[in-house]
């Protein structure tokens, strides 16, 4: 037990005279000194750009922000109204502003407000297509349409790759159920 109280009393013993050491310093304080030295001059690779010329470009893929305008828009396949081009055309609204999506990319929405659809809900307000892929098949790129319920957030537009040399653009529904997106065959439909 004495074994152990030596230390002790050793330790209170010197906790005790740093305090006292410290009380008689008139020049200690709590707060960290403060410093006055230069911060550390880093080097850059390249040519660096000041931050308000870089622009970031959009990522291709499904956006929920991209809708057709609400003017009239034509058929184009089965129960659908489809647009392609870029961005700031008037037949595209985007919730916040058109983003840039460079040289190598479209934008593609669809509705289906104001079209017929036999076989779907009379009520085109009811009728929810949204995009739930986009693909690349050789030269062709293909948006997959399905039939959303009520409750889960539509996706009208996407921003795609252009499609090759000798591709097209098509829409096709995601399942065989689907009224969405047939071409006048009932298979996939050439958009551009």
């Not at 009393?9 to 020049?27: E, I, M, W």
């Not at 470009?57 to 809708?67: C, F, I, K, N, Y």
């Amino acid at each position: 037990m004495r074994l152990l109280l030596v230390p002790l009393v050793f330790g209170l013993v010197t906790v005790a005279c740093g305090a006292s050491q410290r009380a008689a310093d008139a020049d200690w304080s709590p707060e960290p000194e403060k410093k006055e030295k230069n911060l550390r001059v880093t080097e850059s690779l390249g040519n660096p750009q000041p931050l308000e010329e870089v622009k970031s470009q959009a990522l291709l893929g499904v956006r929920h922000d991209l809708m057709l305008s609400a003017t009239p828009h034509p058929e184009r396949c089965s129960c659908l109204s489809v647009e392609v081009g870029r961005p700031g055309e008037a037949q595209f609204f985007w919730a916040g502003g058109a983003p840039d999506v460079g040289p190598d990319a479209l934008v593609i929405a669809l509705g289906a407000r104001g079209i017929p659809c036999p076989g779907g809900d009379p009520d085109d307000r009811r009728r929810r297509p949204s995009i739930s892929a986009v693909e690349q098949e050789g030269e062709d790129i293909v948006v997959e349409v399905e039939d959303l319920p009520e409750a889960r957030p539509l996706a009208s537009g996407a921003i795609i790759p252009r499609p090759g040399a000798r591709g097209g653009i098509y829409v096709r529904p995601r399942r065989s159920n689907v009224l969405y997106g047939r071409g006048p065959g009932g298979g996939r439909c050439r958009v551009q």
